[in-house]
């Protein structure tokens, strides 16, 4: 959105879930125009992650065999993507879940069901917020 | 791999009705894994339909479909609360999953709306519906009588269940309450919190209150009233705040035209606007904005400062120029250093941009606010293009609010209809361009001779309502024969055709308890009076 901030250009996107995996991949490209690779697993993100190079993650937190704090403690592991900001996706969203999430070291936490229309600018605004923005 | 808002909407549509096709057989599924009445229920088919569940809430969630969505949800919650607990599912438990379950699969055969997806971002509220609840039934006869005569739909209720039942059914565009039979409207505000609660967006409600205190306004503000109008009051006032609140949630949304320089961005910013319920066209390129206007004429521009071929600013001046255009509210997407650059340069000021990156919130509101301006504004300018005078609705509007003074202060008011003899014929012998000039000509004599403080509105077709006020019908039968002998004496039309023409005038005046209503219907029954009588006759109704 603009020259002050780094571009935000490569997301990972991790859910088991293949409807709203379609639905976030779709919304995320369209209305963002950023290239987005979809894992359906917290192994399969592990594996493809650094093949990706992502400068965002985005991870749900209920998934049936990895779950989501599991897969990001897996990622944080990993050298080349320590410092790769990863924002989780639940739809609990209670304020005591999303404290233990900020906890771990996530970025952000975002409310599912999300709306297609807007989540590629929530996306945005997270990413340039953690590059100093304070709008 | 960038495209478009109807992109996105066309490729989500497929993926629902997918979810739709496939639905049947996860809902089987569901069935199979619940609890049954007799036997076990082991731990693997109460993980597995816990995980069904789970994923049958996001995903209809996802594509808007709530009442499904939340009953997966129900099944969840209380399959994660049986499973928290080390023993297996209890007896109660167990039934209640399964009930859970049951209400899930049936949601498709019971209710045919649980499965429907939700309205696009607002409920389908029907146009000027409007709900009335009221325990005084002949106020609420009263009040809904006049509501009719302003274009409303309304429907009365005497106790709040019966409101709450109906609005289940259509969701009215506003909800009317009648406190002022309470010293405290506690009654009224308990109805507006059940009629609101869980509800998003709220529906607008407005309230009636027997007091005009600090203390009952601030009650009403918490409950998240709308608007607070102390009772009585009078109807033109009430019905200007409920216009307010149907036109701002109205079934036309805001109309938004996007100009950017980065077709990506421009596509984002759309897309923000339609979640917030507007309609938004993205603009193909700077030079042909004109064309876009024409295709899709906004409520408001929004564009950015810095374009391939000139800047925003300029195009906003040439844009400005066309008189359609001219009342047309642009807002500039621009740099912190673009926004100085053409401040400096331009006649444009500080309020007009918005400093990129802006966040969604403050963009939507932004537009929203600027949009709703322009809507208002043509309200209120409620000029006839044509003749310049007032329009209908804008004179019905003063006619009740001229009613309503002349009341208070015991004055004479006088509302006389003129209309334009043998209108038709003239027309279609002289053609429509002449038929207009007559009407212009009226409509200029009568502002040039009749008082600022008088009030000239156009009826519709040849007609035209002038109200006077402080004026008693015998002055208004003097003050109308003179404009009579002055338009007699003028002739219209172009170079190769003159032409004289008349009117004639049918004059009422307000009586107490006369409702605007009333006296127009007055004044037209006299109207045809004079119309009898033959060309340029003026009748006064007898009192």
Redesign the interface.
Known sequence: ???R?PPLGRILYVD??P??R??AK??L?????F?VHACESGEMALADAPGFNPDLILLDV?M?SMDGPETFAALRQIDALNDVPIVFFT?KAQRAEVQALLELGALDVLA???????V???V??IW?RHHG?D? | ?????E??QR??AV?RD??VHELPQRLSRVGALKPRTNGPWGDEAAADLR?LA??I???A???GFTEL?ARA?RLERLIAQAMAQIATASADQKRAIRDAADALTNAGTIDSSAIQPAAPRRPGRATKTLYLLDEDAERSIGLIEQLRQYGYHPEGFATPEALLIAVAELEPVVVLIDGSGEDTPERAIAAVTALNADRDPPIPTVLLAGRGDIGARLAAVRAGIDIFLPWPAETSELIGQLDQLATLDDHAPYRVLVLGADP??A??TA??L??AGMRTRVAPASLRILEALADFPPDMLLMDAALPDCTGTELGAVIHQFPTWSNLPILFLA?AAEVERQLASAHASADDFLV?????N?LRAAVASRAERRRALRALIAQDPLTGLLTHRAIDRRIEAEIARAERMDRPLTLAILDIDRFRSLNQHHGYPVGDGVLRSLALLLRRRLRRSDLIGRFGGDRIAVLLPETGTDMAEELVDRIRIAFAGMSHGGADTMVSASFSTGIAASRRGRSAAELIRAAELTLLEAKKHGDGAIRVEES
């Open positions: 959105m603009s020259e901030f088991d879930e409807d709203i379609e639905v779709i919304a490209e369209v209305m963002g125009g290239t209920m049936p739809a599912k069901p999300f709306d297609p229309m807007t590629a600018q929530t945005s605004e340039m923005w709008g | 791999m960038a495209g478009t808002v992109d996105l490729r989500l993926l997918q979810f995980l789970h994923s809430k996001g995903s969630g996802t594509f969505s949800a990506v961005e596509n984002r897309g923000l339609e979640a740099s990129k990156p802006v966040a969604a403050r």
